[in-house]
């Protein structure tokens, strides 16, 4: 699985399309919280979890994405305008997040229907 698209659509969201066809909008506070890097979501080395500190300090520009790379045929590097750069979204975590996302009850669809 792997996203054909990827772009900001706004201060706030980011677009993705997968190769099946299914399309995301996800804002960034979303996206930010759910970094993979150790310092964000620590990290498990020989048997042994460390978490982070579970303070989460408000910087500026923290849910700012200023680029989105790729990293060879398998992820995104996101870098943020506070600087971290650490998180690497794999396609599969990346497709993972995007589901749950659409599932939360405080971001479905308010619209009615006819």
Known sequence: MHPSQ???ISEEE???KWDDGREYSLTMKYL???CPCASCAGESVLWREYKPNPLQILTPGKYN???AEVIGNYAFALT???GHNTGIYAFD???KICEEYK???SVQSTDKAD
């Open 32 to 34: 930010r919280e759910r």
């Open 65 to 67: 994405l200023k680029a």
């Open 14 to 16: 980011v677009f993705v």
């Open 6 to 8: 990827f772009k900001k």
């Open 103 to 105: 599932k939360e009850p």
């Open 93 to 95: 975590y990346l497709k």
């Open 80 to 82: 943020w305008a506070d």
